[in-house]
């Protein structure tokens, strides 16, 4: 992955290429270009190939966010990426990617051409200018973050949660805190909103910063070595084997557990989750460098972006658009639970100096 910086009026590339050998342009080098800012400003493509095969992109966007800037003194971001675990290349806007500001995406698994097997040895980042020499800012060039959105938890047809798989590190609630949530359920459950709402097992109610795998990242184990898969049939891994690769991998942090204290604030909620702050800056300082040694340790990737490292999830939505009619509905009538006087933010209220002192676990 790499992110960009720049003012730049006219086109330029970022290609990821499996050759330090340069140029590659009129070669048959695997590449894969980004082009921003192609055709006069109006398009910014994504294909195979320099120049791209039979000159056509495999998907382009129009978006004006997505184009360069028209005004020299205000320059944009953008980052470019190409994930060969899930085969998913993608570019979107702003410096950190998030499905939401994602304005390309293309998956190669099973697509034709044999897209994925030309990609599969792209090392390297190119970045060069098209016709006109033009100024950029490099920011960041490191591995692909998980920009996938998870799949829904809930059948809303069998009215029953769907079988989901993961392995996360995770802070279990002390019992005051953990009766709070059980409360806002029961709050949620009795509201005009509760038919809408699946709630999270009282077993599972945790804090959950450091989400390792799940289904489509499991196979992330298999590029780390062959120990993971010793005992499971053909090319199919096993979760117990994971739970126990990844526990192995984090004796370190698991270990000091008892000791590890993270002083948290409330500071909003909503339907569904509730969301903690640090006290400070110490305490920031703290949950980066612990997030930070689990991914070192575990040698995985967080997929959990940081708006939601520090949310408690207690519900989620069995129908996302009857929800959001109802959510309208009762923001219009005053049902909402967290408004006061509604004995609702009674509960919450306490959380406004919330302190965790937590125990960790794998789960």
């Known amino acids: 992955m790499v992110v960009v910086q720049t003012n730049a009026t006219c086109s330029f590339h970022i290609s990821f290429s499996s050759t330090d050998v340069l140029p590659t342009r009129g070669t048959d080098v695997p590449t894969l270009r980004f082009v921003v800012g192609k055709r006069r400003n109006t398009m910014t493509s994504v294909g195979l190939g320099n120049p791209y095969l039979k000159k056509e992109p495999i998907d382009f966007t129009r978006q004006q966010d997505a184009l360069l800037t028209s005004n020299p003194e205000r320059s944009r971001t953008f980052w470019f990426l190409y994930d060969k675990v899930v085969k998913v290349a993608a570019m979107g806007v702003q410096g950190c990617p998030q499905a939401d500001v994602c304005r390309l995406l293309c998956r190669f698994q099973d697509s034709i051409g044999f897209r994925a097997e030309v990609c599969e ?3 390297y980042v190119v970045i060069s200018s098209g016709k006109l020499p033009v100024s950029l800012r490099i920011v960041h060039v490191g591995p692909p973050p998980d920009v996938s959105i998870p799949r829904h938890l809930f059948d809303p047809v069998e009215w ?4 989901w798989q993961g392995c996360s590190c995770i802070f279990e609630l002390d019992e005051q805190h953990l009766a709070i949530l059980k409360r806002i359920q029961s709050l949620l459950s009795a509201s005009p909103l509760g038919p809408l709402y699946q709630l999270v097992p009282p077993e599972c109610l945790c804090l959950n910063p450091a989400r390792l795998l799940d289904p489509f990242r499991r196979p992330e184990l298999l590029c780390q070595g062959p120990s993971v898969v010793a005992d499971s049939p053909g090319d199919e891994l096993d979760w117990r084997a994971c739970f126990e ?7 370190i942090p698991l270990h000091s557990g008892p000791w590890t204290y993270w002083p948290l604030r409330f500071d909003r909620a909503d339907c569904t989750t509730v969301t903690l702050a640090p006290t400070g800056p110490v305490c920031q300082q703290a949950v980066s460098s612990w997030v930070a040694a689990v991914q070192q340790a575990s040698g995985l990737r967080n997929a959990a972006v940081p708006r939601d490292m520090l ?3 207690f519900a989620y939505e069995a129908t996302s658009s009857q929800a959001h009619d109802m959510n309208v509905q009762g923001k219009a009538a005053g049902c909402l639970p967290m408004q006061a006087p509604n004995p609702h933010s009674q509960a919450v209220q306490p959380c406004d100096r919330l302190i965790f002192a937590v125990n960790m676990s794998l789960g």
């Not at 029953?160 to 079988?163: G, I, Q, S, T």
């Not at 690769?245 to 004796?251: G, K, S």
């Open 160 to 163: 029953k949660e769907l079988p």
């Open 121 to 123: 040895n792209l090392r």
């Open 311 to 313: 949310t408690l999830t």
């Open 245 to 251: 690769q990844v526990q192995e991998r984090l004796a």
